[in-house]
T-cell receptor
Framework: SQQGEEDPQALSIQEGENATMNCSYK?????LQWYRQNSGRGLVHLIL?????REKHSGRLRVTLDTSKKSSSLLITASRAADTASYFC?????????????FGAGTRLFVKA | EAGVVQSPRYKIIEKKQPVAFWCNPI?????LYWYRQNLGQGPELLIR????????DSQLPKDRFSAERLKGVDSTLKIQPAELGDSAVYLC?????????????????FGPGTRLTVT
């Protein structure tokens, strides 16, 4: 089962515009991570935000976390054609035997040059 | 630094045949994961190893899937016999997993995956 649900499923924007993707989850988390996957490639870690944090920045990326609403958002500012990829949120939850990472179904972002 | 290495990159087999995937994690990473990713979906965990111990294999279909991680380094995932529904991308990932009490802080490094097609 997938705990994280991304919204929208697909997003198409012009280069230079901002892209916002949302992730909702169901159970309490230890931390939440965002990953990017280019076509036919493995996933690449972008950013991690802990459950006691509300906002984090990394370059053109801004992530927010609202634990009361069980949701997170990823903002990519000044998008580039190279940002075209699928973006996944992954929730890390405490589980029998340690921690477990659960990925959502992803948002497919297409940035038009 | 070399990343996670997987082989083969692509595999086409007929149903009922066996297949095996190999993964070499990043040197020093104690945790290794096998995921299955269906088209248009996120990765789903099959099994997680901490060193040579399988600590979470609850999602592994044990009637046909098996995995091993010898000496806590390389790992092999096997399917026998393969079914049509096994067609997917099989991803291996590794992490330097450390936990301080109830806080976990790690990122996973993924290999390029093996695309399996069962005909």
């Amino acid at each position: 089962s997938q705990q994280g649900e991304e919204d929208p499923q697909a997003l198409s924007i012009q280069e230079g515009e901002n892209a916002t993707m949302n992730c909702s989850y169901k159970t309490s988390i230890n931390n939440l991570q965002w990953y990017r996957q280019n076509s036919g490639r493995g996933l690449v870690h972008l950013i991690l935000i802990r459950s006691n944090e509300r906002e984090k920045h990394s370059g053109r990326l801004r992530v927010t976390l609202d634990t009361s609403k069980k949701s997170s958002s990823l903002l990519i500012t000044a998008s580039r054609a190279a940002d075209t990829a699928s973006y996944f949120c992954a929730t890390v939850v405490l589980h029998t035997g340690g921690f477990k990472t659960i990925f959502g179904a992803g948002t497919r972002l297409f940035v038009k040059a | 630094e070399a990343g996670v290495v997987q082989s083969p990159r692509y595999k086409i087999i007929e149903k009922k045949q066996p297949v095996a995937f190999w993964c070499n994690p990043i040197s020093g990473h104690n945790t290794l994961y096998w995921y299955r990713q269906n088209l248009g979906q996120g990765p789903e965990l099959l099994i997680r190893y901490e060193n040579e111990e399988a600590v979470d294999d609850s999602q592994l279909p044990k009637d046909r899937f098996s995995a091993e991680r010898l000496k806590g380094v390389d790992s092999t995932l096997k399917i026998q016999p393969a079914e049509l529904g096994d067609s997917a991308v099989y991803l291996c990932a590794s992490s330097l997993d450390f936990s301080l009490g109830q806080v976990s802080s790690y990122e996973q490094y993924f290999g390029p995956g093996t695309r399996l097609t069962v005909t």
